[in-house]
């Protein structure tokens, strides 16, 4: 198994402003994801964090609006940019282990309101 | 039609009881299958996944029914601790992003 330690839990934060999250695995992983769970929906990728390179991100998802970092196999941020209330969700890291068929372990989460 | 279908629920069930929940998904290609479960404020977590031949897992049974594009949950004997949110997940190989989630059962045991 793997545990998934993501930071801030929560946050509140004003429009137009930034907020980087973290998100640290206790071992090392090849495929890191970012998802995003607005209330009452399905898990949404965002995108995957690929060490090395630039992340490859999903429909409707831009670089200049979640840039990730992805530094080594244990580390990713995300970063969700100049924020709008719609931004208000929750942000999960997340981590496959044991191949393209492995298990997908999650962080807690993190909950984010704009006002 | 959408990728993956839950009913939302939620499911209001006396303790003791057995209540299963259904999902349907869109992509016959679909290669694997699983149940997450999520608690309230809390992050999803795998209960199990579904084989092909079905599997049993304790109070918890899953099946998969390919020709109809479904599978299933069967939850025995429920206990409070069993209230959460469920939620289906399909690999779905030939699509991207390949798994995609349904938006979850809501189940209430009640006491």
């Known amino acids: 198994s793997a545990v998934i330690s993501q930071k801030p839990s929560r946050d509140i934060c004003q429009r137009g402003t930034s907020l980087t999250i973290q998100c640290q695995v206790d071992?090392?992983?090849?495929?890191m994801f970012w998802y995003r769970q607005q209330p009452g929906q399905s898990l949404t990728l965002i995108a995957t964090?690929?060490?090395?390179?630039?992340?490859?991100?999903e429909s409707g998802f831009v670089i200049d609006k979640f840039p990730i970092s992805r530094p080594n196999l244990t580390f990713s941020t995300l970063t969700v940019s100049n924020m709008s209330p719609e931004d208000s969700s929750i942000y999960l890291c997340s981590a496959r282990l044991g191949g393209a068929a492995g298990e997908l372990f999650f962080g807690e989460g993190s909950r984010l309101t704009v006002l | 039609r959408k990728e993956v279908e839950q009913d939302p629920g939620p499911f209001n069930v006396p303790e003791g009881a057995t209540v299963a929940f259904n999902c349907t998904y869109s992509n016959s290609a679909s290669q694997s299958f699983f149940w997450y479960r999520q608690d309230c404020r809390k992050e999803p977590k795998l209960l199990m996944s579904v084989y092909s031949s079905g599997n049993e897992d304790g109070r918890f049974t899953a099946q998969l029914n390919r020709a109809s594009q479904y599978i299933s949950l069967l939850i025995r004997d429920s206990k409070l601790s069993d209230s959460a949110t469920y939620l289906c997940v399909v690999n779905m190989k030939r699509t991207h992003p390949p798994l995609v989630f349904g938006k979850g059962t809501r189940l209430s045991v009640i006491a």
């Open positions: 964090a690929n060490q090395g390179s630039e992340a490859t991100y």
């Open positions: 071992s090392q992983v090849t495929m």
